[in-house]
Each structure stands twice: as structure tokens, then as C-alpha cells.
């Protein structure tokens, strides 16, 4: 009866600490900390209840050499560490959010804040996966056997940490890889890359692979070594606007000043222009034509192939109906 009203008391406890914390906290989430204190405070309560409740039994629950009383320890200690877990988790998720939350979601944001959010979510992915291990480990360091299979392979380190190595040497490499890709600059969430002879966003970076939103709205998944192996095109590393560029053939008879014109008028005319960058040039001539070159800048990579796309129907439909005789022909000489 004793032991009983021991756990009784120690349990009324911790559940009367979490009743009297949430007042507390409801009152602080109207301080000019409550845009912090509030989304931790709703994440993290239903895990810190149930922590102080398992930590109140554990601490009551008297332990011996044996019986079923060490084996209710036991079990306790094992649902302290996974709620312990569970704690240090959710208050690293609602931080993650927090800490996004505060920076722009726009892709055209500048390159510090695109930085910040790729090396946020790694270390969040990191710690997670770090707690998750230590509370795995401190799980099974409670069982005497573990304990000792422990000791034994801790004197053949060496041997144990070769084989490790070799099995996961797939998985290490590409987790450093990540940590490379997210303190190194390489890429960032939202930028915008070429990878696999295609154009596409980075939408999540993690530990071990990288997911690009491809242009027709498809996902590919790469491991993270992907990016420290192979030459690849970062459109955006430095800024997020595009210079892009199209090609055009006409005839030797095509007036480049008219087309000029019509291409700078093509340009003002588009939403999608960003008022820094266009020109037209003859950058080659072929045997049977000028080769013309429009390069246009645009705020992103979407709004560049947009835009090009566009001025490429716009000249053609012009080059067609106004001056058909600018189309590139073919010549040759009759003798009779």
C-alpha cells in the first residue's frame, strides 16, 4: 500500500506540474516571445506530459535485484527514452517550421535566405537522426547482455569499424555528401539546376538525396553524391535571375534592324521580362542562312523558358505573315 500510494503521489505530481505549466505558458505566449513560446508550447505538450508522467513511475517504482518490480522498472526505463525521444523531436520540428517560417518562400528570394533554409532542415534531419540513435542505444545498453556484446565489440573496435564501413559505405558517403552540399554552397532549396539533360527546381535537400521538381512537374530523386561526383548547372547559385537565349535562321535578304526591332518590342511588351537584360545578334552564318541570337533575362528559370518559348512563336508568327520572304531558302543556278 505503501509502494502504491508512493507512485500515486509521485504521478499526481507530474500531472499537477504539467496542469499548473499551461497557464504559465498561455500567459507568455502573450509576451512579445509568443510567436515562439505558443507553437512550441501546443507541439511539445501532449510529449512533456507524457514524459513527466513515465519519469514520475520510474522514479517511484522501487527497483531490487529481481522480480517483476525490476522488470516494471525495466520497461519504464525503456518508455523514458523513447518519450524522452519523442520530446526533443517535436520541439525540433515546431523550431524547423519556426525558423522557415520566418524566411521568404518566394524562389526568388536572395541567395543568403535559400542557404539557411537547405542547412536548416539538414540539421534538423541530422539531430533527429542522432537523438532517434541515442535513445535506440540507451535502450538496449539496459539489458546486461547488450552490455556485454558491448564491451567485446568496444576491444575490436578496429576490426568492427572496417566491417561497418564497408557495408555501409554507400549510405556514409552520401550522408557526408549532404552535409558537403548544404556548408559548402553547392545547391540550395530553390534553385534552379540542370541535371539529366533537363531543367529543374530543387525542392528538398536531405540527408542522403536531393528531390529536383522537374519542369513537367515529375520528381527526381538523386543521391546526394550525385552533386559531388558530377558536373552540373546551377542557374541560380549566386542570384535567381536567368539569362536565357534562343536561336533564329533567316535569309541573307532579312533586314536584322526591322527584326530588331520586333524582338525589342516582343521583349517590352512580356510580363515576363525583367526590364535588366535583352539583346539580338548575328553571332553566325551558315551557307544558307544568318544565324540569329536573342539573349533575355528573366526574375527565374520558369519565367526564362516561358519567356523564350514565347518570343520564339512571337518572331516566327511575324517572320511568317509580315515577311515571308525572310524564311530561310534554298538557292541554286538553272543552266539551260
Not at 520510474?58 to 525490476?70: C, E, K
Not at 566491417?163 to 554552397?185: P, Y
Request: net charge positive; charged share 20%; glycine share 6%.
Amino acid at each position: 500500500m505503501r509502494a502504491l500510494l508512493t507512485v500515486a503521489a509521485w504521478v499526481v505530481g507530474a500531472l499537477l506540474v504539467a496542469w499548473l505549466a499551461g497557464p504559465l505558458f498561455r500567459w507568455a505566449t502573450r509576451t512579445r516571445y509568443g510567436w515562439i513560446i505558443g507553437p512550441v508550447y501546443g507541439a511539445c505538450r501532449l510529449p512533456a506530459v507524457v514524459f513527466l508522467v513515465i519519469a514520475a513511475l520510474f522514479a517511484s517504482v522501487p527497483g531490487g535485484p529481481g522480480g517483476w518490480m525490476s522488470a516494471i522498472r525495466h520497461g519504464l526505463l525503456l518508455a523514458l527514452a523513447a518519450a524522452c525521444a519523442w520530446l526533443v523531436i517535436r520541439f525540433l520540428q515546431v523550431t524547423e517550421s519556426l525558423a522557415l517560417g520566418r524566411l521568404a518562400h518566394e524562389p526568388t528570394v536572395n541567395r543568403r535566405q535559400r542557404r539557411m533554409r537547405t542547412q536548416i532542415r539538414l540539421i534538423r534531419g541530422v539531430t533527429a537522426v542522432i537523438v532517434t540513435l541515442a535513445a535506440i542505444a540507451v535502450a538496449l545498453m539496459s539489458y546486461e547482455q547488450v552490455r556485454v556484446v558491448g564491451v567485446s565489440l568496444v576491444t575490436s573496435a578496429g576490426v568492427v569499424g572496417v566491417l561497418i564501413g564497408v557495408a555501409a559505405r554507400t549510405s556514409l558517403a552520401n550522408a557526408f555528401a549532404g552535409l558537403q552540399i548544404a556548408f559548402t554552397d553547392a545547391i540550395h532549396v530553390d534553385d534552379v539546376v540542370v541535371v539529366e539533360d533537363a531543367w529543374g527546381r530543387v525542392e528538398e535537400v536531405k540527408l542522403t538525396s536531393v528531390v529536383i521538381r522537374m519542369w513537367d512537374e515529375r520528381r527526381l530523386i538523386l543521391p546526394t553524391t550525385y552533386f559531388t561526383d558530377r558536373p552540373f548547372q546551377n542557374w541560380t547559385r549566386h542570384e535567381a535571375r536567368v539569362v536565357g537565349e534562343l536561336e533564329l535562321h533567316v535569309d541573307y535578304t532579312a533586314d536584322v534592324d526591322e527584326i530588331r526591332r520586333e524582338a525589342r518590342r516582343l521583349v517590352e511588351e512580356s510580363p515576363l521580362w525583367d526590364r535588366a537584360l535583352w539583346v539580338l545578334q548575328v553571332i553566325a552564318v551558315t551557307p544558307q542562312t544568318l544565324e540569329l541570337q536573342v539573349r533575355v533575362s528573366a526574375p527565374d528559370g520558369p519565367s526564362s523558358w516561358d519567356l523564350r518559348c514565347d518570343l520564339r512563336e512571337g518572331l516566327m508568327k511575324y517572320l511568317r505573315e509580315q515577311h515571308p520572304q525572310w524564311l530561310p531558302r534554298s538557292r541554286g543556278e538553272y543552266q539551260p
